[in-house]
């Protein structure tokens, strides 16, 4: 009886390894749909204007998570390093300058998404958002992927276009 708990252990083991590295591989080899799949931190997030010049859209040290599950959910969360804390310690009383920084300083959606393999395009089906005029909307995203970093783009409200730049966490 204790053989086949050590052997059912070892190959729990060996199993798990081998998930492991399905996953590493995937990652990195699959289709683009399977590289997506992942925890990305955010390395940064810029307006680049038409003549090429670039502005950092939450400051030089983006703070945040993009999830991408297997099954098609998503959520993504970016926020500047340095927002400043609010004077009361209840969020909810919170002065409408602390309040206009928190807006102006961070970003959260979650949803689904689809991957147009051909196109190179990620398209995020918006259910909820930080910013409500985004709540059930369609957003595309060509994107690239090279190793562990995931690149995408989009349109920006300032005249320029929104690079996003992030890490695999692993």
Do not use: C
Not at 41 to 50: F, G, N
Not at 61 to 89: C, E, W
Not at 148 to 170: F, I, N, Y
């Amino acid at each position: 009886m204790r053989q086949i708990s050590l052997l059912t252990g070892h190959t729990f083991a060996i199993l798990l390894g081998m998930t492991i590295s399905y996953t590493d591989v995937a990652a990195q080899t699959g289709t683009l749909k399977e590289q997506v799949v992942g925890t990305w931190a955010y390395v940064s997030v810029d307006t680049v204007q038409p003549d090429g010049s670039r502005q950092p859209m939450y400051g030089t040290n983006p703070q945040g998570l993009a999830v991408f599950d297997g099954s098609g959910h998503y959520i993504l969360m970016t926020s500047r390093a340095d927002i400043v804390k609010f004077a009361s310690a209840n969020r909810m009383e919170g002065t409408p300058e602390e309040n206009k920084a928190v807006v102006q300083g961070m970003i959260a959606h979650f949803g689904t998404y689809t991957v147009n393999e051909a196109d190179k395009i990620i398209t995020f089906h918006v259910a909820n958002s930080s910013f409500p005029n985004w709540n059930g909307a369609e957003q595309k995203r060509p994107f690239t992927i090279s190793g562990d970093q995931l690149k995408w783009t989009t349109p920006a409200s300032s005249g320029g276009t929104a690079e996003v730049v992030l890490r695999r966490l692993r």
